[in-house]
């Protein structure tokens, strides 16, 4: 019995063909048991015998069992090893990886070089009060100034997308009065126009206002200079050519000569080859005042930067509208 059992064993190599041969040789009708059980009708003679012997093939094969699961149960670890071997010295898959939006570069570059000019960043809200957006900024309801901003108005009566970030002026001038005032306002600004390759309804401008004693023309020149050299490089041609607006006097909007068509004359700057990038003058007396400050004592410049504009000059963007298309090709190409 013990020889067949054993030699049985020792060819299986599976946890199921283990089960089997246990039912087989160890189960209720296996060939050991039986004679266990057969025992009462032995002579008492040999019941000692035949009890110890057989006692000691079960023993065995218990034994035997023990050792051949512990064998098989190694050999399939060892097998699943081998199947799920993990190449360890393999480069390892480079997640998908996203970037900055252009415009978001460029906002963080000029906040970095008006930072360096010793600007602070100040926030402002998106939903305004026609207060802020106009009154106070020396806009009254009648004025016909109010046609330069195409207003996108909210339900509530006098409340509107701000069409400018020229209201974070009297909201910084009335948190700082009557101290000397350095801001630099970030932000969207959204206007009810007609979208073009050079116009869009909702786009980023950067506020500057500056308010001091002897704050002059010459300083916002030279800042707005100094400013355009840093972004566009030392030979980047600007162009300061008088305008209105009814917060400043007097006012000014600069040009750059439009890299992308090299000054030739294309859609973007309407074949003048020059685009406007930003619009500036001396603070308004009535808006110094308006924000808490004596108009015979101090005087201010401040200026509101077009974003996508000044993106589409450093990289020869053609169109404004690229920036919300959000196609991929145009989106990774920065
Ligand atoms: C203003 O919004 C004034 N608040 C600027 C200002 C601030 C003047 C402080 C004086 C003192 P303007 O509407 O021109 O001005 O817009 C300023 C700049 O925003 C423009 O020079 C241009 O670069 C950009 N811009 C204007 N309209 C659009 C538009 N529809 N799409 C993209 N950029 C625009």
């Given at each position: 019995?013990r020889q067949?059992a054993?030699s049985?064993?020792?060819?299986?190599d599976?946890?199921?063909a283990?089960?089997?041969w246990?039912r087989?040789?160890?189960?209720?009708s296996a060939?050991v048991m039986?004679?266990?059980?057969?025992?009462?009708?032995?002579?008492?003679?040999?019941?000692?015998?035949?009890?110890?012997?057989?006692?000691?093939v079960?023993?065995?094969?218990?034994?035997?069992?023990?050792e051949?699961?512990?064998a098989?149960?190694?050999?399939?670890?060892q097998?699943?090893?081998?199947?799920?071997?993990?190449?360890?010295?393999?480069p390892?898959?480079?997640?998908?990886?996203?970037?900055?939006h252009?415009?978001?570069q460029?906002?963080?570059?000029v906040?970095?070089i008006f930072?360096?000019?010793?600007?602070?960043v100040y926030?402002?809200?998106?939903?305004?009060t026609?207060a802020?957006?106009?009154?106070?900024?020396n806009?009254p309801s009648?004025?016909?100034?109010r046609d330069?901003?195409?207003t996108f108005?909210i339900?509530?009566k006098?409340?509107?997308l701000?069409?400018?970030?020229s209201?974070?002026?009297?909201r910084?001038?009335?948190?700082?009065n009557?101290?000397?005032?350095?801001?630099v306002?970030?932000?969207?600004?959204?206007?009810?126009?007609?979208?073009?390759a050079r116009?869009e309804?909702?786009?980023n401008?950067?506020?500057?206002l500056?308010v001091?004693?002897?704050i002059?023309?010459?300083?916002?020149k030279?800042t707005?200079?100094?400013?355009v050299?840093?972004?566009?490089?030392?030979?980047a041609?600007t162009?300061?050519r008088p305008?209105?607006f009814p917060?400043t006097e007097?006012s000014?909007?600069?040009d750059?000569?439009?890299?992308?068509?090299?000054?030739k004359?294309?859609?973007?700057c309407?074949?003048?080859?020059?685009?406007?990038?930003?619009?500036?003058?001396?603070?308004?007396?009535?808006?110094?005042q308006?924000?808490?400050y004596d108009?015979t004592?101090?005087?201010?410049f401040?200026?509101?930067l077009?974003i996508?504009?000044?993106?589409?000059l450093r990289?020869?963007?053609e169109?404004?509208?690229y920036?919300?298309s959000?196609?991929?090709r145009?989106?990774e190409q920065?």
């Amino acid at each position: 019995i013990r020889q067949t059992a054993l030699s049985a064993l020792a060819s299986i190599d599976t946890e199921d063909a283990l089960q089997e041969w246990r039912r087989a040789y160890l189960g209720k009708s296996a060939p050991v048991m039986e004679l266990m059980r057969s025992m009462g009708k032995m002579p008492p003679e040999l019941r000692p015998l035949v009890g110890k012997a057989a006692n000691e093939v079960k023993q065995a094969l218990e034994a035997a069992l023990e050792e051949r699961g512990e064998a098989v149960k190694q050999a399939a670890l060892q097998h699943a090893l081998e199947r799920d071997a993990v190449d360890v010295t393999l480069p390892g898959r480079q997640p998908a990886r996203g970037g900055l939006h252009p415009v978001t570069q460029t906002l963080r570059d000029v906040l970095a070089i008006f930072g360096d000019m010793g600007f602070q960043v100040y926030q402002s809200p998106e939903v305004e009060t026609d207060a802020y957006n106009f009154e106070l900024l020396n806009i009254p309801s009648y004025h016909p100034a109010r046609d330069m901003w195409d207003t996108f108005h909210i339900l509530q009566k006098g409340v509107v997308l701000r069409t400018h970030t020229s209201p974070g002026q009297i909201r910084s001038m009335e948190e700082r009065n009557p101290e000397p005032v350095r801001v630099v306002l970030p932000g969207m600004v959204y206007r009810y126009e007609q979208i073009s390759a050079r116009s869009e309804i909702q786009f980023n401008q950067v506020e500057l206002l500056v308010v001091g004693k002897n704050i002059t023309m010459a300083d916002l020149k030279g800042t707005l200079q100094d400013f355009v050299r840093r972004l566009f490089g030392n030979n980047a041609r600007t162009r300061l050519r008088p305008s209105y607006f009814p917060f400043t006097e007097p006012s000014a909007e600069m040009d750059v000569e439009c890299f992308v068509c090299g000054g030739k004359g294309c859609p973007v700057c309407k074949r003048s080859g020059w685009l406007e990038i930003l619009g500036c003058g001396m603070v308004h007396p009535v808006v110094l005042q308006n924000g808490g400050y004596d108009p015979t004592v101090y005087t201010g410049f401040a200026a509101g930067l077009g974003i996508e504009r000044i993106t589409m000059l450093r990289h020869r963007i053609e169109d404004i509208r690229y920036f919300w298309s959000n196609d991929i090709r145009f989106l990774e190409q920065f």
